[in-house]
């Protein structure tokens, strides 16, 4: 993942001909979005009564809206900022992410989404759970989820805070706490409830401005999309270097640019995105919001028709920003900024109303990813490891395990907002999302599959699977390029996918058939079955 | 569960035979429908990545082999996505007829 949020080190240096942070408009408009969604979170309070309601929003979201809501949970700033920002600066590779974040959904519909919603409750370890022994499952899947969780949510507040710190100049660290206590807020008093409707109302923002960025781009060419593929085909940057056709493949990931291992790493990058999504604790939690399997699988057509609209927008204002800016409004220190492309399109295209509507919608971004993963990390804690690791799954009081969620939410903030903070504006948050997806894509993945489809597997296979894969794909970043020095960087490529993700299969599969066979989850496979493809005794929806 | 109000029979629901017509009919759908997204997209990385000189062939005007090749993903995304939730309509009524005893 080496665009994305990578250069955010540079962001928070002076970029040069950039508009001036903390314009009132600006500043207007971010306020009008926390008001906004503190009301929300106030009329979602008062609704939320009991452990369905708190985790799940009563399991009453329509399929339309939840398909809003998986597309806000899953389109990051790094979608947004960094895509658009790495294809204006890299070309056609940055465009494969785009391609790889919307067929990802394929996996999402057919293999996950509606088993998931069948057979389980509130967490992605509920179907893992399932027929095998609950706690050692649970408790790796529940670190598992954490370190997915943390990884990226730490990824987002670093990017939150430096971009906030360009958009209203707000400093780095006002702005990592003021994201970290709104997304608190958010989750602690309104639940799933009220971060569903911010990821709503997030993507619907985010869509307007999309839309409006691209017409504008399209408007700049004269309204000609073959005017507008010549003008990429030789990108000169507003007439500021040669002209560069960006629409061939290989400038990042090119033998040219990258030696040998180039191709290699990008097939493997694509692996981790198009399995990683399916495997990501935040997105799969949505799927416990709606009443049943069907309103599962319809949103995820919904949130396919949004999110695959989106990345096809990309082209516009992805391409279309290396026809209009010069790269010295889009350089900061002498380096390309990805993550300033956007808004300053914005602001060249639109003026100064514009820009500040995009940057509102860069923060509304942020807080709706950031609010999806604190609720499915602290309900992976409260209802895995505490009601059903510790307390063998009977809950001592009604309202305990909604009660410490809440409490996890605030550790999990804490805990992301300090080390976002300790590690300063300079870390390469590319490396966290980078190991957030590959974690998703070797460990989650290869166990929720196989407890699907597979009778002969067993507990060890599945404490195999995940450890293996949570284990491979560290070790493997940290020994990458982006690892610390000392270990001396031996792994030739930037995203371990490639080898992580048939070691975590090759694990569940080997911890199976190498170990005794376990009756009892074999019997249970027919009840999972049968729950999986009709929703018999699945959870139903609470009436308000 | 506890909203089960007569305890099911899962084995005997599993082994009926329309139930397991219907599931070997849904898994050869989404294993067949799995190993062609997975070959369409995977050969996308593929082909760009060995094969640049092939890939920045232009067809439409200035647009290349690569470009019009990564579009089509998304509409092989789509297509899939469409021909899974149509089959599926249908399943669900096989489903909801194998277990309308316990409705």
């Given at each position: 993942?080496?665009?994305?949020?990578?250069?955010?080190?540079?962001?928070?240096?002076?970029?040069?001909?950039?508009?001036?942070?903390?314009?009132?408009?600006?500043l207007?408009?971010?306020?009008?979005?926390?008001?906004l969604?503190?009301?929300?979170?106030?009329?979602?309070?008062?609704?939320?009564?009991?452990?369905?309601?708190?985790?799940?929003?009563?399991?009453?979201?329509?399929?339309?809206?939840?398909?809003?809501?998986?597309?806000?949970?899953?389109?990051?700033?790094?979608?947004?900022?960094?895509?658009?920002?790495?294809?204006?600066?890299?070309?056609?590779?940055?465009?494969?992410?785009?391609?790889?974040?919307?067929?990802?959904?394929?996996?999402?519909?057919?293999?996950?989404?509606?088993?998931?919603?069948?057979?389980?409750?509130?967490?992605?370890?509920?179907?893992?759970?399932?027929?095998?022994?609950?706690?050692?499952?649970?408790?790796?899947?529940?670190?598992?989820?954490?370190?997915?969780?943390?990884?990226?949510?730490?990824?987002?507040?670093?990017?939150?805070?430096?971009?906030?710190?360009?958009?209203?100049?707000?400093?780095?660290?006002?702005?990592?706490?003021?994201?970290?206590?709104?997304?608190?807020?958010y989750?602690?008093?309104?639940?799933?409830?009220?971060?569903?409707?911010?990821?709503?109302?997030?993507?619907?923002?985010?869509?307007?401005?999309?839309?409006?960025?691209?017409?504008?781009?399209?408007?700049?060419?004269?309204?000609?999309?073959?005017?507008?593929?010549?003008?990429?085909?030789?990108?000169?940057?507003?007439?500021?270097?040669?002209?560069?056709?960006?629409?061939?493949?290989?400038?990042?990931?090119?033998?040219?640019?990258?030696?040998?291992?180039?191709?290699?790493?990008f097939?493997?990058?694509?692996?981790?995105?198009?399995?990683?999504?399916?495997?990501?604790?935040?997105?799969?939690?949505?799927?416990?919001?709606?009443?049943?399997?069907?309103?599962?699988?319809?949103?995820?057509?919904?949130?396919?028709?949004?999110?695959?609209?989106?990345?096809?927008?990309?082209?516009?204002?992805?391409?279309?920003?290396?026809?209009?800016?010069?790269?010295?409004?889009?350089?900061?220190?002498?380096?390309?900024?990805?993550?300033?492309?956007?808004?300053?399109?914005?602001?060249?295209?639109?003026?100064?109303?514009?820009?500040?509507?995009?940057?509102?919608?860069?923060?509304?971004?942020?807080?709706?990813?950031?609010?999806?993963?604190?609720?499915?990390?602290?309900?992976?804690?409260?209802?895995?490891?505490?009601?059903?690791?510790?307390?063998?799954?009977?809950?001592?009081?009604?309202?305990?395990?909604?009660?410490?969620?809440?409490?996890?939410?605030?550790v999990?903030?804490?805990?992301?907002?300090?080390?976002?903070?300790?590690?300063?504006?300079?870390?390469?948050?590319?490396?966290?999302?980078?190991?957030?997806?590959?974690?998703?894509?070797?460990?989650?993945?290869?166990?929720?599959?196989?407890?699907?489809?597979?009778?002969?597997?067993?507990?060890?296979?599945?404490?195999?699977?995940?450890?293996?894969?949570?284990?491979?794909?560290?070790?493997?970043?940290?020994?990458?390029?982006n690892?610390?020095?000392?270990?001396?960087?031996?792994?030739?490529?930037?995203?371990?996918?490639?080898v992580?993700?048939?070691?975590?299969?090759?694990?569940?599969?080997?911890?199976?058939?190498?170990?005794?066979?376990?009756?009892?989850?074999?019997?249970?496979?027919?009840?999972?079955?049968?729950?999986?493809?009709?929703?018999?005794?699945a959870?139903?929806?609470?009436?308000? | 569960?506890?909203?089960?109000?007569?305890?099911?029979?899962?084995?005997?629901?599993?082994?009926k035979?329309?139930?397991?017509?219907?599931?070997?009919?849904?898994?050869?759908?989404?294993?067949?429908a799995?190993?062609?997204?997975?070959?369409?997209?995977?050969?996308?990385?593929?082909?760009?990545?060995?094969?640049?000189?092939?890939?920045?062939?232009?067809?439409?005007?200035?647009?290349n082999?690569?470009?019009?090749?990564?579009?089509?993903?998304?509409?092989?995304?789509?297509?899939?996505?469409?021909?899974?939730?149509?089959?599926?309509s249908?399943?669900?009524?096989?489903?909801?007829?194998?277990?309308?005893?316990?409705?």
């Amino acid at each position: 993942m080496s665009i994305t949020l990578s250069m955010l080190a540079e962001a928070a240096a002076q970029v040069a001909a950039q508009p001036k942070a903390g314009s009132p408009i600006a500043l207007t408009m971010f306020f009008g979005f926390v008001g906004l969604t503190l009301l929300i979170t106030f009329w979602a309070a008062k609704k939320n009564t009991g452990a369905s309601a708190y985790f799940a929003a009563g399991r009453s979201i329509t399929g339309w809206q939840n398909g809003l809501a998986v597309a806000g949970d899953y389109m990051s700033a790094a979608s947004f900022l960094g895509i658009s920002g790495a294809i204006c600066l890299n070309g056609y590779d940055g465009f494969m992410y785009s391609v790889g974040f919307l067929v990802a959904y394929i996996t999402v519909l057919l293999v996950v989404a509606e088993p998931l919603r069948n057979a389980g409750k509130y967490t992605m370890a509920d179907l893992l759970a399932y027929r095998l022994k609950p706690r050692p499952v649970r408790a790796m899947a529940s670190l598992s989820t954490l370190t997915v969780s943390t990884f990226y949510m730490i990824a987002q507040m670093v990017g939150a805070g430096v971009i906030i710190e360009k958009l209203i100049g707000a400093s780095f660290h006002v702005a990592v706490i003021g994201v970290g206590v709104l997304m608190l807020v958010y989750v602690v008093f309104g639940g799933m409830l009220a971060t569903t409707w911010v990821q709503i109302i997030k993507a619907i923002l985010l869509m307007i401005g999309a839309f409006m960025l691209s017409f504008l781009v399209l408007k700049h060419h004269g309204y000609s999309i073959v005017n507008f593929f010549d003008s990429i085909s030789a990108a000169t940057y507003a007439g500021t270097e040669a002209a560069k056709n960006l629409l061939e493949p290989g400038l990042q990931y090119g033998k040219a640019v990258k030696g040998p291992w180039g191709p290699t790493d990008f097939l493997s990058l694509s692996l981790a995105l198009v399995l990683g999504t399916a495997g990501l604790p935040h997105i799969l939690v949505r799927f416990y919001t709606v009443p049943d399997a069907k309103t599962a699988r319809s949103s995820v057509v919904w949130a396919m028709a949004i999110i695959g609209i989106f990345y096809i927008l990309t082209t516009f204002f992805g391409f279309g920003a290396a026809t209009i800016l010069q790269k010295a409004q889009i350089l900061s220190d002498g380096k390309p900024n990805p993550n300033m492309v956007a808004p300053v399109l914005a602001q060249f295209l639109g003026g100064e109303l514009f820009f500040a509507f995009i940057s509102a919608v860069a923060f509304a971004t942020i807080l709706a990813v950031v609010a999806g993963l604190t609720m499915s990390a602290s309900a992976s804690f409260a209802h895995d490891f505490y009601s059903n690791v510790i307390h063998h799954g009977k809950e001592n009081r009604p309202g305990q395990e909604v009660k410490v969620a809440r409490i996890t939410a605030f550790v999990v903030g804490a805990v992301s907002i300090s080390i976002a903070i300790y590690l300063g504006p300079s870390v390469n948050a590319a490396f966290l999302v980078g190991l957030a997806f590959a974690v998703a894509a070797s460990a989650n993945l290869p166990v929720i599959v196989l407890s699907v489809f597979w009778k002969r597997f067993n507990t060890t296979g599945a404490t195999a699977g995940l450890s293996v894969g949570l284990a491979s794909a560290i070790i493997l970043i940290l020994l990458s390029k982006n690892g610390p020095a000392f270990l001396g960087h031996p792994f030739p490529l930037e995203n371990p996918g490639i080898v992580s993700i048939p070691l975590g299969f090759l694990a569940a599969y080997l911890g199976t058939i190498l170990t005794k066979r376990d009756p009892e989850a074999e019997a249970k496979f027919a009840e999972l079955t049968v729950r999986a493809h009709t929703g018999l005794g699945a959870e139903k929806a609470v009436a308000h | 569960m506890s909203d089960q109000k007569s305890p099911v029979n899962w084995d005997a629901l599993e082994a009926k035979p329309e139930f397991r017509s219907l599931v070997s009919r849904k898994t050869r759908f989404i294993v067949s429908a799995t190993i062609f997204f997975m070959a369409y997209y995977l050969a996308l990385p593929v082909l760009v990545g060995w094969f640049p000189e092939l890939m920045k062939t232009q067809v439409l005007g200035k647009v290349n082999i690569a470009y019009i090749f990564a579009l089509s993903q998304f509409l092989m995304a789509w297509i899939i996505a469409f021909m899974y939730v149509r089959k599926a309509s249908a399943w669900d009524k096989e489903a909801a007829a194998v277990i309308k005893d316990h409705h």
